[in-house]
């Protein structure tokens, strides 16, 4: 106690105000503390305790509605009618009415550039997944390369006249491949760093290949 | 403004650091590459520097990279007529 009483009295007696050197040459610090005037904030609405709670809460809400990621991509639509007249052949003339009246055909069909030989029935598996469909979508296969049956064969360059024939297909499902691990290591390195992929390929069953004949384009 | 369609169609790989260096200003950084420059005489001399490996066209208006990519992408052959109900 008494160590106390008077360690307090020699610090009293050394330091006092007037041994602080004059404001201009104190520390950038000590003036903004020694300048600035002190007063009491009132606590604004949005900070009362019982209103907090809520707006988080709404505001939760409102980041769960709003959709995140990449915009969703959506499967083409249909295209403008064409308008200009079909430049025919005269071996397309003479012997569309035979390849129409032949009992099966085939088409050479083109997704994204890439051929597909199929005839009406077949079940596709696209080596991708076709983004904004589901099971039970139409498409209109509207790209061929070729069209024949067993005795005809009708070839475009590099594509037929879309108007020539109809090709439907189904959207039947997806179906995804086994899980693939990729294992990478470089040398002389423990560290091995995997990657898995599980694509997903999307499935049509084509419901329809159908030769319109010349007359049907021409009145349409 | 007319503009050079400048495609480099051969590889500069093999070639002395001159012509290659010539390929770098242009900007023409492997095959097929596509660039457009306004048509200048300085541009016609380093045309002419690698006329052996690039096509050119004139056009009249310079591509952006999404058009050049929108060129060679080819169509999707396909559209939804009867979308399933959802």
């Known amino acids: ?220 | 403004m007319s503009f050079f369609r400048i495609t480099l169609m051969r590889s500069g790989i093999g070639l002395t650091k001159r012509t290659q260096g010539v390929l770098k200003a242009l900007g023409l950084r492997h095959r097929m590459t596509t660039v457009f420059y306004p048509v200048t005489s300085e541009v016609a001399g380093q045309i002419m520097k690698v006329k052996e490996l690039i096509d050119v066209q004139e056009v009249d208006k310079p591509l952006t990279r999404a058009e050049l990519k929108a060129e060679r992408r080819p169509e999707p052959g396909f559209y939804l007529e009867k979308p399933a109900p959802r």
């Open chain 1, 1 to 220: 106690m008494l160590s106390r009483t008077i360690r307090r009295s020699i610090l009293d007696s050394k330091i006092s105000s007037s041994a602080l050197p004059p404001t201009f040459l104190l520390p950038l610090r000590a003036r903004c503390f020694n300048t600035t005037t002190q007063h009491i904030e009132t606590p604004s609405a949005g900070l009362d305790a019982s209103q907090m709670p809520l707006n988080s809460v709404a505001a939760s809400a409102e980041d769960a509605v709003k959709p995140k990621g990449p915009p969703r991509r959506k499967a083409p639509t249909a295209p403008a009618p064409i308008t200009t007249p079909m430049a025919v052949d005269s071996s397309v003339k003479e012997m569309l009415p035979l390849l129409a009246v032949q009992p099966s055909h085939y088409i050479n069909v083109h997704i994204h550039g890439k051929p597909y030989l199929v005839t009406q029935g077949d079940s596709v598996r696209l080596p991708f997944h076709m983004p904004g469909v589901i099971p039970g979508d139409v498409l209109r296969l509207n790209r061929a390369s070729s069209l024949g049956s067993r005795d005809y064969t009708l070839k475009g360059a590099p594509y037929l006249d879309e108007r020539i024939f109809e090709c439907r297909a189904t959207v039947t499902g997806t179906e995804a491949e086994p899980m693939r691990v990729k294992e990478t290591k470089k040398r002389r390195n423990r560290r091995i760093h995997t990657v898995r992929s599980k694509h997903k390929y999307t499935i049509l069953r084509i419901s329809e290949v159908k030769i319109k004949q010349l007359e049907d384009i021409k009145g349409s």
